[in-house]
Each structure stands twice: as structure tokens, then as C-alpha cells.
């Protein structure tokens, strides 16, 4: 028996095991999908809660527009059936049409709307020169306070005279007062006459008169005598000191027409109304008045 010498080819499949493998990357699409659907859900739900529902309707009529016409024939499209003009399909379309689509407002509406805004723009004009003519005094009647404080404690003469003068803003004007005090008064009793102390303030007062344009008003005040009863003779004796401190500021250059009202008001109006009897009672008030814009005849 022969040997045969050539060996058999054996041919061996191993078959992997132990159920560890990774089945693929399938699972991981499959995921990705997954998450990305729930961040748009939430997504979703947030912009629901946030917009509002102006929003919400814009945003569902671009996803579904309203159409032009609600029907496809002739008639229910934008001329309803109706053609441009008299003239058929050449005509241009400016009469009827346009009416119908354009209406004019009557005639009183338009005229009574812009005479409203007209109106309306006229006050608020005259209310802004008001304010700015409030402004300019204000800015004004300071600068003069300052000025006639700074004269008082410059000049010694007014320096020991300082606590005779009252300046302060009231809805008139700038309100200067020159005040006696005991000891100290600027007329002699029952005197028109203005002593050489008043004729002092009087000037540092008309040199403050003459850097402004405004009128002036000058009144004078008694005060009432010692058993707190009312004089008679007041009424002139103030009115006559209210005139004589005018002719004084007019020998210091203050010019007549400058002067608006010159009166006498006796003791009714104290600076001192819990005691009458006070020589502070005893002064005269000189205003420099705030003067109105001058506004169009027509208003």
C-alpha cells in the first residue's frame, strides 16, 4: 500500500463569542434624533409661554395666509367684478373706483381737526415764552439780589445799613423792602421826609433798578401805634413816603416811565402780623415786576 504524501488542508472557523460587541453605531443616530426632537419640543413650549398672542397670530397667519378673495370668480376678487373705469378694460381707473376705495372726509371734520392742532400748537408756543420769560427773570432777579448783597458789603456806608434791607422773590417780582428798626427809621414821625439813612439805601436800591428793564411799583407801610388800633392819617402818610422814595430814585437816575404804581397801604399788610406795633411794620416795598410776553393781538 502506497503512502500518499501529501497532507490534507484542514480548514478551522473560530467563531467569536462572549456577546460584548457593539451591534453598530445605529443606537447613536437613533439617540441624537431623540434629543434634538425634545430640544425643539422644549423649544416649542418656551416660545408659546413667552410671545404673546399679537404674536402668536402673526406667526400663524404667515405659516396660513389669508387669501385675497374668498371665492375664484370674477366678482370676488379685488374690484368685485367691477371694471377700472366707464371706458372698459383701456380705462386708467381714477374715478369710481377710486372714490369708492378713498372716500373724502367732510368738509368741517378737516377744517375743525386743523384748526384743533393749530390751536393746540399756538398754546403750547405761548406757554414755552411764558416759561422762558419766567426763566429770564429768575436768572435775572438773582444776578440783581446779588449785585445789591454785594454792593451792601462793599460800601461801609450800607455795610451797618445791611440789616434795613429785605430781598426775596415773590409772584410779582423781585421785592426789595427798606425796614426801620428801632432806633433806626428812615423817616422822622409822622414825617414824609426820607432821612439821610433812606436816601443811602435808596441809591444802592436804584442802582439795581436801573440794570433791569422792568417797571416798578413802590407802596408804603405805617405801623400801628402803641395800643394796636388803625390810624387814618396813615393811609396818606404812607402814600406820601411811597412818593417821596420816588423822587428820590428818580434824582438817581430811575426815569419816570419806569415807575407803574405808587400807593399808600397804611398798616394793612404787617411784616409782622402777630405784633402790629413793630417799627419793622414800618418800611417801603419796592418791586421790580415780571414782565408778561407780549402775545399776537389775535390770542
Same mark, same amino acid.
Given at each position: ?36 426632537? !425634545? ?8 416660545? =408659546? ?42 380705462a386708467d381707473g381714477k374715478l369710481s373706483v ?21 390751536? %393746540? ?33 462793599? !460800601?461801609?456806608?450800607?455795610?451797618? =445799613? ?27 414821625? %409822622? ?10 439805601? =435808596? ?10 428793564? %422792568? ?85
Amino acid at each position: 500500500m502506497a503512502v500518499n504524501s501529501e497532507q490534507p488542508i484542514i480548514i478551522k472557523k473560530i467563531k467569536k463569542g462572549g456577546g460584548h460587541g457593539h451591534h453598530g453605531g445605529a443606537w447613536k443616530v437613533a439617540y441624537a434624533d431623540f434629543v434634538t426632537a !425634545m430640544m425643539a419640543f422644549f423649544l416649542l413650549m418656551w416660545l =408659546l409661554n413667552t410671545t404673546s398672542p399679537e404674536q402668536k397670530q402673526g406667526i400663524a397667519d404667515y405659516f396660513a395666509p389669508a387669501s385675497i378673495s374668498s371665492t375664484t370668480s370674477g366678482s370676488g376678487g379685488i374690484l368685485g367684478g367691477t371694471s377700472l373705469g366707464d371706458d372698459g378694460a383701456k380705462a386708467d381707473g381714477k374715478l369710481s373706483v377710486i372714490k369708492q376705495m378713498a372716500p373724502e372726509a367732510p368738509d368741517n371734520v378737516g377744517k375743525e381737526g386743523q384748526s384743533s392742532k393749530a390751536a %393746540n400748537l399756538d398754546s403750547a408756543n405761548d406757554q414755552a415764552l411764558r416759561d422762558a420769560m419766567a426763566k429770564k427773570d429768575q436768572d435775572a432777579f438773582a444776578s440783581a439780589a446779588q449785585s445789591l448783597r454785594q454792593s451792601l458789603q462793599d !460800601m461801609p456806608e450800607l455795610a451797618e =445799613l445791611s440789616k434795613q434791607i429785605l430781598i426775596d422773590q415773590t409772584p410779582e417780582g423781585l421785592r426789595i423792602q427798606l425796614v426801620d428798626q428801632e432806633g433806626r427809621s428812615m423817616f422822622q414821625e %409822622n414825617s414824609k421826609t426820607p432821612n439821610d439813612r433812606a436816601k443811602i439805601l =435808596l441809591r444802592a436800591v436804584a442802582k439795581v433798578i436801573n440794570q433791569l428793564p %422792568n417797571r416798578v411799583t413802590i407802596a408804603g407801610h405805617t405801623s400801628a401805634n402803641a395800643y394796636g388800633k388803625k390810624q387814618d392819617g396813615d393811609w396818606s402818610l404812607s402814600a406820601e413816603r411811597a412818593d417821596a422814595s420816588r423822587q428820590v430814585l428818580r434824582g438817581f437816575g430811575v426815569p419816570d416811565d419806569r415807575i407803574y404804581q405808587v400807593s399808600g397801604k397804611a398798616n394793612s399788610e404787617p411784616l409782622y402780623p402777630d405784633d402790629p406795633t413793630l417799627a419793622g411794620n414800618r418800611r417801603i416795598s419796592i418791586v421790580l415786576l415780571r414782565e408778561k410776553p407780549v402775545l399776537p393781538d389775535n390770542l
